[in-house]
């Protein structure tokens, strides 16, 4: 039988099967792999499945959103996005919520994470500081998954979603996989600057609403 995908809303109740689908996702990824391995594996698998477990606990507390696509109920790919219209207000409250949270996090990494992690936090996402953006947080496929267009599907789900939201001027998003850039430029994306964060690049892009398809 071939895939019947679905692309739907994740709710807390799904948050072992996101965790578990981004740790993979993510297992060779640069940025995961300069933050959290230090040789050990199951020391990177620690560290990775708190972070993603705690990026999963901040989108609800930060109002960002959390989408998935799934074949025949499994979930296969998924991704969290900033949105450009959530209050002040809201923002403050949730991150005082998400205190806890945070300080949860830092007993399971090291210092020296704990200080890559904040640097990273604060240049991450810094240009679309001024515009009303839409900003990917994070987009995965389960790596047995990956190479079937579910990425793709993902990426135009967000783009139809933005085309149709009057206050946004498009996505922006930053990757450190330097292979990622030619897949995102081929959809439309720009990339606007790069920068140097210790050992790996940040390369930040954007397409804008006039692009969107």
Not at 101 to 117: E, N, P, Q, R
Request: with cysteine.
């Amino acid at each position: 039988m071939g895939s019947e995908y679905s692309i739907k809303r994740l709710d807390k109740r799904e948050k072992s099967s996101f965790v578990a689908l981004m740790v993979s996702s993510f297992e060779k990824d640069p940025l995961f792999v300069y933050l959290f391995d230090d040789g050990d594996h199951n020391r990177f698998q620690y560290r990775a499945r708190a972070f993603v477990s705690f990026l999963f606990d901040k989108s609800f507390f930060l109002l960002e959103e959390i989408w998935g696509i799934y074949d025949k109920g499994r979930l296969v790919g998924a991704y969290i996005i900033e949105l450009p219209n959530v209050k002040r207000t809201d923002k403050i409250i949730g991150g005082l919520l998400l205190l806890s949270g945070i300080v949860k996090l830092m007993t399971k990494l090291s210092l020296s994470t704990i200080a890559k992690l904040n640097k990273y936090m604060k240049v991450s996402r810094s240009h679309v500081k001024n515009g009303r953006f839409h900003y990917l947080i994070m987009i995965g496929v389960l790596p047995a998954e990956q190479g079937k267009g579910i990425g793709t599907m993902l990426i135009y789900h967000i783009l139809k979603q933005v085309n149709e939201e009057q206050n946004s001027n498009g996505v922006a998003l930053d990757t450190e996989n330097q292979n990622n850039l030619d897949y995102y430029k081929k959809i439309g994306f720009t990339l606007n600057s790069e920068y140097q964060f210790g050992e790996i690049t940040i390369y930040r892009m954007k397409i804008t609403s006039v692009c969107l398809i």
